[in-house]
């Protein structure tokens, strides 16, 4: 069973609204905030996904058909159905992630973003910073609009969280540098922050209790590092599609991740390679090396693992159901689990 | 009477608020957010003043003592008292404020703000796009705090209104460029709408019948017009600092701003340079010199004093009140229009 399938129609109808809600009067504005709304450059919608799956983990019922038809109210209009509701966590969770990748790509002077041109490339930073600006204040007025100011607070966080994750990587000293615990702090708040604090809104809106609402948070938090950590894997691994040719983007920008982290436990050599940010002549193809020779892959892909296996239990945690609709999400995103182990790209 | 003296003791409070609130555990971030939160750079705090009286103008009774002193709550902790929460609006307007200013930095590559360095030009574009990311995610922290989805919206709305300014100002249109309604409208989202509905948010806190928050809205409006108005005169006039020397740095950034539009009425030989943004040889000095061959600068001030008067008249339209201090509040702000006219820098 395929879980993006479970939700693929819901998913569609977030996507609808996401390229509503971009509607500006502005025209250079609306067109720059669509470029990563289009169809074929959408990505996976793995955050709607998620939380649309999780929304349904958590109800007895299943969604009302006229709910999976597209909802054509504007984002400040206040939606009362709880499916509704849910589905607007799901697109502000999207609407935050993709202007995170808009001021990531400026701050990156990255030129391609899911195989096109990056915005910034082809429309200017100061286009791509506005549009980011944009889509985190469309984002602030469907949060408005669920008039639920413990989940305005929680998503307000997960910006500062966001900030706060891209300035610990840029600003480590050196000691912090080689830390597992800074690696972690700063993976949270890069990553796993939105899909914690966006599960918890979709717990708290299906009026659960607190307990099932940190259930909620922990899934999101460990998939969201177990993610991260594959991620970071794939960058030394290479991807399938690459016939196994690493990329070592995180290396070339000075970056030491979980597997690099974990291979510097084994072999002492790769600290001051990590502390000069891999600056040296070839520093980054002696740290690969180092890396190969040690544990360190095998020992990230255990803790990704362990992190996967830590979301899933929080699925089994939750209270008994015996309902087929939320048993099926339930068994989707454990499945989720499992794949984002073995992703390859 | 100054009314910046009158409620200049609780302005302070919320600038130390200010300071507080961008304690991060991430030093850099705090370094770079501070910025422009130290003593000396902090600017004149004019959107606090103005909020501050506001609030005072709407209310019969003197902020007991005790909500004159600084408050150290974290900024998502709810505060009960009314004045505290005015307060708050006040601390947020200018997180926004200060934000948009680190963003505007680096949009337009500036390398000084308020005498001194800007951030952009020491620190990087980086870390002053995520400075003003921060502050904007401290704002809706706060914001949330106040546990009122009205004003989550009002202040999310001038976000919007914020980008969609800037965006205007890029990507106009050769007839829009000469367009005196379009440049209303720019100046509005770019300027206006951040006082306008900080001041109906103000308002609305202090339980006012929603005709008086209109009128809040208005005088909000109607200052920041003749403010803005006012600046673009300075850039063409020169501040009496400067010795009478004008900067021309919107006309040298291509930008038509009120005088050069009126003057465009009078000197229709004008217009071909507003399309061109003046980027030919020496379009800034013929343009110069036809503005001050028309009414064009008289024009302008008139404008600016119109809106300055219509601003006064939204005091003057408040409910009648004995209270000493509200009627010393609205005197203030009656004043506060007549110096944005004559002010020189």
Partial sequence: MDPFALVQDEVSIVSERLCQSIVSNVPALEQAAEYFFRPGVRGKRLRPTLLLLMSSALSDQQPAPELLLPDHRPPHERPQEQRRRQQRIAEIAELIHVASLLHDDVLDDAETRRGI??????????????????????????????????????????????????????????????????????????TASLMANSSRAVAILGEQQPEVSDLAWQYGRHLGLAFQIVDDLLDILGSSKQLGKPALNDMRAGLATAPVLLAAEEQPGLISLIRRKFKGGSDVQYALEMVQASNGIQRAKELAAQHAQLAAQQIEALPASSSPHALAAREALINITHRVLVRSK
Avoid at 162 to 189: H, I
């Fill in 117 to 190: 041109s990056s915005l910034n490339a082809q429309s200017g930073n100061k286009l791509a910073i506005l549009a980011g600006d944009f889509l985190l204040a469309r984002a602030s007025v469907t949060l408005a609009s669920l008039q639920n100011t413990e989940i305005v607070e929680l998503l307000s966080r997960v910006l500062e969280h966001l900030v706060a994750g891209e300035v610990m990587q840029m600003s480590a000293a050196p000691e912090q540098l080689t830390s597992m615990a800074y690696y972690l702090d700063k993976t949270f708040y890069k």
